[in-house]
């Protein structure tokens, strides 16, 4: 199965100083124009499923994909970035969050098909900061459920997610250690990384591919 792995769009913290960053921040204009161009992109890729983490910056960047695709996207709160859902500027402060509620997601997103999990509590649930080793051990997790869902499956999967998480979904996915090995490189706001799941295992096609943002050359849309 081809599946694709893609950072959000910038959002309103990716543009600030940690100190002034909020716990579930939405996207700036300019990664709103980075949707745009994503969706155009996707459109043309023609994914069947289309996967979101829950946080708001993701959910924001995948409703402009589920217009330009007709999907309607599956909330999965396993690839959400890491630590989770925080108020802080370092991990030292960090206060749980409770993260959208399920009524907050369906009013200002619609009918996303969502897990129990998300209630009124909302998705994270005011958890604490989530270390490093967890969330390579949630990616490992996460990667065995892409391969037993789509593996060896002719389907698209695009899934939106992080630019922390994601080169540590990338290792899982490759049964490579990431923490503390960390061979992957930073990632530009709505990049795209293809793998090739099947039963044999896993190849990777490409990683941070920014095509879409590149018009004529320019890099007026690339951000970190």
């Not at 996207?27 to 459109?43: C, K, P």
């Not at 490579?176 to 990384?193: A, K, M, Q």
């Not at 099947?198 to 591919?209: F, M």
Request: hydrophobic share 40%; with cysteine.
């Amino acid at each position: 199965m081809p599946v694709l792995l893609i950072r959000h769009a910038q959002s309103v913290n990716n543009s600030l100083p940690e100190e002034q960053r909020t716990a579930d921040p939405g996207l700036t204009e300019l990664g709103r124009e980075q949707s745009r161009r994503l969706a155009v992109r996707l459109e043309q890729w023609q994914p069947e499923l289309l996967l979101s983490s829950a946080f708001r910056r993701t959910m924001e960047t995948t409703r402009v994909v589920a217009a330009a695709t007709g999907l309607t996207p599956e909330v999965w709160v396993e690839v959400h970035e890491q630590g989770g859902c925080q108020a802080g500027a370092a991990p030292e402060d960090y206060q749980g969050q409770p993260g959208l509620t399920r009524s907050e997601i369906v009013e200002e997103f619609g009918d996303w098909e969502l897990p129990d999990s998300i209630d009124e509590a909302g998705w994270w649930k005011c958890g604490r900061w989530e270390r490093p080793d967890e969330a390579e051990e949630r990616a490992r997790g996460a990667a065995a459920l892409l391969m037993s869902r789509f593996a060896d499956s002719p389907a698209r999967v695009a899934v939106i997610t992080h630019g922390m998480f994601k080169p540590i979904l990338v290792s899982a996915l490759l049964g490579r250690p990431f923490i503390g090995n960390e061979w992957l490189g930073d990632l530009y706001n709505t990049s795209v990384t293809q793998l090739e799941l099947s039963a044999g295992g896993v190849r990777l096609e490409s990683y941070n591919d920014t095509s879409h943002l590149c018009d004529g050359g320019s890099d007026e849309l690339l951000s970190a």
